[in-house]
Every structure is written in C-alpha cells, then in structure tokens.
C-alpha cells in the first residue's frame, strides 16, 4: 500500500509507524493506530494476514479475486479450525487480522471469531461488499471492537451496480457506509481501477468528501479470479487516475480532511508520486524518498508484510497468489508455514531483486519499486520474476533511455 496522504499530502496517519518505520502521533487518534513500536526494517514486519473466512457471496463481481458465488462450498476451515488459527497469530505477533471472502459477512459464526480475535489481542478489519451491513450488524461490528470496516464500491449508481452484477447494490452499500457511521464504526471505501469504472473517479471522490468516509484504498487491477487483463487500464489512464488521487488527496487535506487514501497493488506509484512532488517541492520530495526507500515497495509485501490464508486453511504469499499454496494451517501452523527457511517461493520473494528481469531488472527505482507487484508477472508471463505489466512508467522514467531534450 502507498500511503498517498502521508506522502504526497505531507499528513500523519494511523499507520504510519507499520509503513513507514516512524511513528508521529500528532493529529492521529491512539485508537486507530496500528502499531506504536515500528520494525527496525521493513524486512522485519510480521505479515498483515487476509483470511478469506469463506468462498460465499451474495453478488458476483466482474473482478473477484477469489472467483466467489452464492453457493455452499465444502472443506472450509470450521470454527474450532479458525480459533486455532487465530490462536497461532495471536502468538506469532501479526499486526492485524483482516476477515475478508467471499463476502465474510454470510459466515454463520464470523461474529464469534471476531469476538475471539479480539479477545485474543488480534487488530481485526473487514473487507466487504457493504450490502449486509444492517444498523443492528454495524453496532455489533463496533461493540466487537472492529478496526476498521473497508467497504468495496467500484463506481456511482449504476456503474457499481454493474460491476457487483446485482441491481440495487450500490443504494445498499451506501446505507452499510452511513449505518457504520451512524454507529460510530471507522469505515473506509475500496474501489479497483478498470476500464469499466475509470470515468467514476472525480464522482467516487465526491462521494468520499460527501459521505466523510475515513478511508480510500484505491487498487491497481490484479489479473487473478474473474479479474480480466482486458479490464486493465492503458498507462496513459492509469497516469491520469493517478493525478487525480493525488490532486484530490492533497486538496482534501488542505481543506482539513482526515481522510486517508491509499493506492494499492502497483509499487511503480512510489516512483511516479516521487517524480511529481520532486517538480514542485524538492527539498520534501528527498524526505519522501527516504521513507519510500525504508519501506521497500514491492520487495517487503508479497511473502513478508502481507500474507493470505482461504477458506481451506491453504497459506500463499497474498490474497491474489492463490495458485500457489505455502501450506495448509490443518497440517502445520500458519507461524511455522511462514517462516520456513527451505520455502523456495518465499524465500526468493524475500530477496527477490536479484531474481528480477525485463524492465524491472534495470529499473532505477527497484529500491522504492522492489518490483511491484510479481504475482501479475506470474499471471501475465508465467515468471514470478519477469517485468511487471502493469507498470506504466516510461522508459525514460526508469532510466532505460536518455530524457527526451527540451524543445528549442
């Protein structure tokens, strides 16, 4: 993740200390804050841990990850199975648990393993569709102590709609949004970027100001699940959506939102949010730049910062790499899974710069970049190695040709 409003929009969020290995606590409620003793390097951070809680869901949208429908499926981790689960991360020190799906909201007994989890000590954040959470669901979610409720909304109206494949979604995500508020429930918006969806950005941003929504993570498309390379944004629009982030992140915080925003799941906007803030403010652009160098991009997510457990208890390196299985928390520990030295695939996502090829091999930005995002490369190239292709920098950006002569 990319913390937009920390770094280009110069404010301190809850986070802060997790991402980017300083902690200032100026402005920022101690309730929301992830963690107040940061890592000595960002190769050192625990693992933030997605638990698709289930394969179920109540809609069926274009992206999945997880490629989800409305139907029962077997083999999925009891609710004996997740406590032991939780029990092992509670132990092994994870920074926070994220309940995701599916939709995790049509788990039977997911109220008790968020209770558990914080009983246990475990930070707990939800990622969900929006559409179950009913006033009654939203106290609930509160009064179990939930972190933070991220709710997903990938357009305006009829456009969401669309992209859930159910009519009416989008008025029953706005009412899970202002049922979480009204209950006092820190709640976030999360949309993905695709053809389908791009023109919605100014009107999303709009909804986020109107709504006074706490959070904005906004994804680069993953190509994994329903999630379709030809829904993938040209570099010249992923550019343009991309300035309007930034542009509205900063304008928000100038007008004194506490808004966060967030990109995700492309490492390269490190390198672009650098290059703009270096044209208008030098000086800060360096200070930014060594923040983004501590945190490493790429290089310290997939298989050390962020890890996924499904619904079969099967350990992968992130929510997206579900093609490839670490493990099965039924057979071994999550905590013994993860840090097994004789892993190959963790083992070289872990010191992965060497291994890098393509552009990303000889890109100038690998020490903020780290390669972004390599299960795409794997997706797109068959090579968890290979360039990343959702890259939209040029080459004269990263150094791969000489910068183009000013116009006599």
């Known amino acids: 993740m990319i913390g937009i ?44 841990v997605v638990w698709n809680v289930g ?32 029990d092992d991360l509670a132990d092994f020190g994870i920074p926070s648990l994220l309940f995701s799906g599916g939709e995790p909201l049509m788990r039977e007994d997911i109220f008790e393993l968020i ?12 990622s969900t569709n929006g559409t179950l959470i009913t006033p009654e669901v939203a106290g609930l979610l509160r009064e179990l102590g939930m972190g933070y409720v991220g709710i997903s909304l990938d357009g305006i109206g009829l456009v969401n709609d669309m992209f859930r494949g159910h009519k009416g979604a ?30 919605n950005l100014e009107e999303i941003f709009d909804f986020i100001e109107a709504e006074a929504i706490e959070r904005a993570c906004f994804y680069h498309l993953v190509y994994s699940g329903r999630g379709n390379v030809k829904d993938e944004l040209t570099p010249e629009v992923t550019r343009q959506a991309m300035d309007t982030i930034l542009r ?27 290059l ?45 790499w579900m093609s490839h299985s670490l493990g099965n928390v039924k057979e071994r520990p999550f905590s013994e ?34 390669g972004a995002l390599r299960v795409r490369a794997l997706q797109v190239h068959g090579d968890p190695w290979a360039e990343d292709p959702g890259c939209y920098l040029t080459d004269e950006e990263i150094g791969l040709a000489p910068a183009a002569s000013p116009a006599a």
Request: proline share 4%.
């Open 337 to 370: 899974i993860w840090t097994d030295p004789d892993e190959p695939l963790l083992r070289g996502l872990r010191d992965r710069r060497p291994l890098l090829t393509g552009r990303c091999s000889e890109c100038r930005w690998q020490d903020v970049c780290g």
């Open 55 to 86: 394969r179920r869901c109540n809609l069926h949208c274009v992206h999945c990850y997880s490629d989800s429908s409305n139907r029962a499926f077997e083999g999925e981790l009891t609710t004996a199975e997740g406590r032991a689960l939780i």
């Open 248 to 274: 509205r992140s900063r304008e928000m915080s100038e007008r004194g939102s506490t808004t966060e925003i967030y990109t995700v799941a492309n490492h390269a906007d490190n390198a672009y949010l650098y």
């Open 115 to 126: 209770g558990y989890a914080r009983l246990k000590g475990v930070r707990t954040t939800l």
């Open 170 to 199: 989008f008025d029953k995500a706005v009412a899970g949004f202002r049922n979480c508020k009204a209950a006092g429930q820190r709640v976030g918006l999360r949309m993905t970027l695709t053809r389908r969806n791009c023109e």
């Open 276 to 320: 703009k803030l270096r044209e208008e403010d030098p000086e800060r652009a360096e200070e930014v730049l060594a923040l983004m160098r501590w945190n490493g991009g790429g290089a310290y997510s997939s298989g050390v910062g962020i890890a996924d457990v499904d619904w079969f208890g099967n350990v992968h390196p992130d929510q997206f």
């Open 5 to 48: 409003t920390r770094l280009y929009a110069g404010r301190n969020t809850p986070s802060d200390g997790l991402r980017y290995g300083r902690q200032r606590m100026q402005g920022v409620r101690a309730q929301d804050v992830i963690t107040t003793t940061p890592p000595k390097a960002a190769s050192e951070r625990k693992p933030v």
